[in-house]
């Protein structure tokens, strides 16, 4: 296993197009994650998946984002009619999450979008 | 709602010396998780050390150690013999066993030679 992958790795497109991003989470990990970071800052939360189920959307996020994590393997998460704002990088992490214990958080490199 | 603090936007200190990185959280939950990870510049996310609330040792892992206060809701990061490689942005997070973590906002750590 390779850990996280996150494809594309940057993403460069213009105001109002969509936009998809792909995560592949260590293969064993029931929880995946899905932050977004700006520059100097830290991971703000976006949304998370246990299983395929999706546990909880911040709701400082737009109706534009979507996630899915079809049968519980990948995820993807879609923007749609891109703002500028938007311009950030999106970091994908899975974890094994069990109901006693520290459950480490294993990130992917991140998908770096600059809207034009 | 649980929320992380990490007071101190950017530290230096000299390669060799110790440094401390300060977080304190809130929350209203008894049991807990508490990390620290490391983003060296332009490179991904890695853990560096944590801590389970109902343990009352402080974690150790190589040079780096923990400072676990629950009472005070503090969580601060001693890095000891710093070394260049340490240069990075470290998060303190927060994790219980039924929610997401949430991490804080950051201190960007530099390593002087």
């Known amino acids: ?116 | 709602a649980q929320t992380v603090t990490q007071s101190q936007p950017e530290m230096s200190v000299q390669e060799a010396e110790t440094v401390t990185l300060s977080c304190t959280y809130d929350t209203s939950e008894s049991n807990y998780y508490l990390f620290w990870y490391k983003q060296p510049p332009s490179r991904q996310m890695i853990l560096v050390i944590r801590q389970e609330a109902y343990k009352q040792q402080n974690a150790t892992e190589n040079r780096f150690s923990v400072n676990f206060q629950k009472a005070a809701k503090s969580f601060s990061l001693k890095i000891s013999d710093s070394q260049l490689g340490d240069t990075a942005m470290y998060f303190c997070a927060f994790e219980t066993s039924y929610d997401k973590v949430i991490f804080g906002p950051g201190t960007s750590l530099s390593v002087i030679p």
């Open chain 1, 1 to 116: 296993d390779t850990g996280v992958s996150q494809d594309p790795r940057h993403k460069i497109t213009k105001r109002g197009q969509n936009v998809t991003f792909r995560c592949d989470p260590i293969s064993e990990h029931n929880r995946l994650y899905w932050y977004r970071q700006t520059l100097g800052q830290g991971p703000e939360f976006l949304t998370y998946f246990q299983n395929e189920a999706q546990l909880e959307k911040s709701r400082l996020l737009s109706d534009r984002f979507s996630a899915e994590r079809p049968k519980g393997s990948f995820s993807t998460l879609e923007i749609q009619r891109t703002e500028q704002g938007d311009s950030a990088m999106y970091l994908c992490a899975s974890s094994s999450h069990r109901d006693r214990g520290a459950t480490e958080a294993f990130f992917g490199q991140g998908t770096r979008l600059t809207v034009v």
